[in-house]
């Protein structure tokens, strides 16, 4: 009897995706498959092939996981793959979203009573994790907007603003002194 399982990722365009396989038994034969079409494939003893679209732009290893170099719109769909371990055949469900390459984050900035206000935005698909990071401080913020009492801002310091998505990162910076009154 196969075990079915079945998960849904994400990746970004331009990243390099590998599918979260984690097999604990010896494998003999793997096929991979997109859309029910063969991309990859391994037997003991032997190099892995691959076919069609992946066929320059995937490594697949011997514990099954496959990696796509560059992933690109064009190569979400469903994935399965196909393990023997020598005892049972295994079968392994993903379905691969492709999101747009992360945007630059925008910073806006304003005084609110006695505080500077740093807001920080990006229009993406996914949730992101933001952060600031202030050059005058080690420490980074958690949060998408950052407020600064008045007394403490210092006209000398840069606001760097980070977004991030799975392994992919991209950052703004602005001076503290273009925030002020």
């Known amino acids: ?12 365009m331009g990243e390099n995706f590998t599918f979260p396989v984690q097999i604990d038994r ?9 859309n029910k079409d063969k991309v990859a494939e391994w037997e003991e ?54 999101l747009d390459s992360l945007p630059e984050p925008k910073i806006s900035c304003n005084t609110s009573g006695d505080e500077l206000v740093l807001s920080c935005t990006a229009n993406f698909q996914g949730s992101l994790n933001y952060a600031w990071k202030l050059s005058n ?18 006209t000398t310091t840069n606001a760097t603003c980070i977004i991030k998505f799975s392994q992919t990162e991209r950052r703004s910076e602005i001076s503290l002194i273009q925030c002020l009154p």
Do not use: C
Not at 1 to 12: F, M, N, P, R
């Open 137 to 154: 401080d080690p420490r980074s913020y958690q949060n998408q907007e950052l407020s600064i009492p008045l007394e403490n801002v210092d």
């Open 45 to 98: 003893q032997n190099k892995p092939t691959y076919f069609g679209p992946l066929r320059d732009r995937s490594v697949l290893m011997e514990n099954g996981s496959l990696t796509i170099v560059n992933l690109e719109k064009d190569d979400a769909g469903t994935y399965e793959l196909q393990y023997w371990d020598s005892v049972t055949d295994h079968h392994l469900n993903f379905v691969l979203f492709v």
């Open 1 to 12: 009897l196969a075990h079915i399982y079945s998960k849904d990722l994400v990746g970004i």
């Open 26 to 34: 010896k494998i003999v034969e793997t096929i991979w498959k997109k």
